[in-house]
Nanobody, 125 residues
């Protein structure tokens, strides 16, 4: 069982930056690939970024490449998402997630089996 507690989020203006964090329980955090997803009102949850167990590999949605950075600190059991140059259309609830079953750090929602509580990010124009 893994529990994820998210922090960060809030209201920012277009072009601003924001950092989200996610703290995981358990002593096997470094065994899990981690991901970030987001869900806008009326839309399906979509992939944002993922990171490998060691942090050496990352995967990004095309829409955020070059602006978002996912990172992890296995000593602190945390994963973060640095979001720069935010756009109004990126207003959504952001979720961190754990893939405890695979060595891959993929983009499919079904690969992830534990989820954080979600945090609202609102980008005003």
């Amino acid at each position: 069982q893994v529990q994820l507690v998210q922090s960060g989020g809030g209201l920012v203006q277009a072009g601003d930056s924001l950092r989200l964090s996610c703290a995981a329980s358990g002593r096997t955090f470094s065994s899990y690939a981690m991901g970030w997803f987001r869900q806008a009102p009326g839309k399906e949850r979509e992939f944002v970024a993922a990171i490998s167990r060691s942090g050496g590999g990352t995967n990004y949605a095309d829409s955020v490449k070059g602006r978002f950075t996912i990172s992890r600190d296995n000593a602190k059991n945390t994963v973060s998402l640095q979001m720069n140059s935010l756009k109004p259309e990126e207003t959504a609830v952001y979720y961190c997630a754990v893939d405890s079953r695979s060595i891959y750090y993929g983009s499919r929602r079904t690969e992830y089996d534990y989820w954080g509580q979600g945090t609202q990010v609102t980008v005003s124009s």
